[in-house]
């Protein structure tokens, strides 16, 4: 394995994301909502409503306590009923939704992979490059798990300062992140980039369009959106002990994806569409 060719595609890719505006037009619109506008709007509206519409958006609250793990519900105890709705609301109902970035970014950057060197006119340079068919998938990978890792820990940091600097005047203190947010942040995030990246990289080196290969891997983030009504309905809680288990699965459908996305691919069949 030449790890030095495989940085040398990885780092060409990397200075074609910075020029491609279809793939940084959703990494700086969806940071700004994610990691700003919606919490803002979550923090500051149970200070300027009545308490009365806090109760009732908040529902029933001991039955919503009591379907919580006992370490989640010793989160609560002893607050108000304004930071029992923010806490519920910017430190769990939002959680999972941060897992959608990972996936997005890695499948619009992902896109471009083979598609956009075809669309470029770049691809014959590329194939016929001293490498070999796995450092060429592997430098794809590489220079789509950089940035879509490092995008979705830039909105981390952006939500963990726009919560605690909003709601201190609630709170008093700095509450965020809560420790079920790590492993999401640490494990489950780098998982679902890799499973993004690895997936488009070979639906990019098997159609012919940019669209074609991004509306195919968007259909990643149903598995997200599974865990985001599992998390606002009740029946699933994101955890820490869940979150890592979750993750490891992930982890293991990586690595499968991987060895299946190595073995298939193949340099001749992207020539043969030349």
Not at 22 to 41: E, K, N, Q, T, Y
Not at 236 to 243: I, K, Q, R, S, Y
């Amino acid at each position: 394995m030449n790890w030095r060719s495989i940085w040398a595609i990885a780092k060409k890719d990397l200075k074609e994301v910075r020029q491609n505006k279809a793939a940084w037009g959703p990494g700086i619109a969806v940071p700004l909502i994610f990691a700003i506008l919606m919490p803002l709007i979550f923090i500051i509206l149970p200070q300027v409503i009545p308490v009365e519409d806090v109760e009732r958006e908040l529902g029933d609250i001991n039955v919503m306590l009591r379907s919580m793990p006992p370490a989640m519900q010793a989160l609560f105890e002893g607050r108000s009923l304004e930071q029992m709705f923010v806490l519920y609301m910017a430190g769990f109902t939002l959680a999972p939704l941060f897992l959608i970035m990972p996936l997005m970014f890695s499948t619009v950057i992902g896109s471009d992979s083979f598609v956009g060197e075809r669309e470029r006119k770049t691809m014959e340079a590329l194939l016929y490059a001293p490498t070999s068919d796995m450092e060429l998938f592997l430098g794809k990978v590489l220079a789509a798990v950089i940035p879509a890792i490092g995008l979705s820990w830039i909105t981390y940091l952006m939500y963990i300062i726009v919560v605690n600097v909003a709601s201190y005047p609630l709170f008093g203190e700095v509450w965020f992140p809560l420790p079920t947010w790590y492993p999401l942040m640490l494990w489950m995030t780098p998982a679902l980039a890799v499973l993004g990246i690895s997936a488009t990289v070979l639906i990019s080196s098997r159609v012919r369009t940019f669209m074609e290969a991004y509306q195919m891997s968007a259909s990643l983030v149903v598995l997200v959106l599974a865990l985001v009504i599992g998390q606002v309905t009740g029946v699933l809680f994101l955890g820490v002990g869940t979150a890592l288990a979750i993750g490891a699965v992930i982890w293991l459908v990586d690595a499968a994806l991987i060895y299946i996305s190595v073995k298939k691919f193949k340099r001749s069949s992207l020539i043969a569409k030349l």
